[in-house]
């Protein structure tokens, strides 16, 4: 089944201590993307890579970093997560082979994350 | 930066009733898509227009899309109460342009479809 896997769905931790987000995709797809979604302000796009080493910055970067070593893996990592980081994260792939115009992307279920 | 906009922000209406979502966006796009979020869940795509199609159906749901007017409509006919959920717009550009690789969603809008 084509699936987006993520890990954990929900995870509580405290400020300051190292997380990683993993992220898994098994359609071959070239692009994945990370976003947050808050209420009152949607979802909000955090880093993409379009192919294996290429990553690129999303809208709101800043607290995280992310690595794209194999194709299908998209780990999301906070070094220092803080409080305003709490949220709802969700991963995406999309294939660029078809079009290589902006295509339909492929959620996972979503990690809730709580920062104490 | 927030490009597609949706509206209004929350529905309520009569099971079987059809239930009409609209998007407006500022920039130039290639493709506008709609999708769907059960509340906590993913999002899961429903449909894609592209900037040269004006009018695309899939099952009860019908797109529109004017380009002159920045703007793109949802349609939902005879509605459900499966139906229920946040209903999203996203713009995507061209990955190959190498500027704005990504796909932008609105803020979303509830929909409530009472039984």
């Known amino acids: 089944e084509a699936q987006v896997t993520q890990n954990p769905r929900y995870l509580i931790t405290v400020t300051g201590k190292k997380l990683t987000v993993t992220c898994s995709q098994n359609?071959?797809?070239?692009?994945m993307s990370w976003y947050r979604q808050d209420p009152g302000l949607g979802l909000r796009q955090i880093y993409y890579s379009m192919n294996v080493e290429v990553t690129d910055k999303g809208d709101v970067p800043e607290g995280y970093k992310v690595s794209r070593k194999e194709k299908r893996n998209f780990p999301l990592i906070l070094e220092s997560p803080s409080p305003n980081q709490t949220s709802l994260y969700f991963c995406a792939s999309s294939s660029l082979r078809t079009s290589g115009i902006g295509d339909t992307q492929y959620f996972g279920p979503g990690t809730r994350l709580t920062v104490l | 930066s927030q490009q597609g906009e949706e509206d209004p922000q929350a529905l309520s209406i009569q099971e079987g009733e059809n239930a009409t979502m609209n998007c407006s966006y500022k920039?130039?796009?290639?493709?506008l898509q709609w999708y769907r979020q059960n509340s906590g869940r993913g999002l899961v795509h429903l449909i894609l227009?592209?900037?040269?199609?004006r009018e695309k159906h899939s099952g009860r749901l019908r797109v529109t899309l004017d380009t002159s007017k920045k703007s793109s409509s949802l349609l939902i006919t005879a509605s459900r109460a499966a139906d229920t959920a946040s209903y999203f717009c996203a713009t995507g550009v061209d990955f190959y342009t190498g500027a704005n690789s990504k796909l932008t969603f609105g803020k979303g809008i509830t929909l409530s479809v009472r039984p």
């Open positions: 920039t130039s796009i290639n493709n």
């Open positions: 227009i592209r900037s040269n199609e």
């Open positions: 359609m071959n797809h070239e692009y």
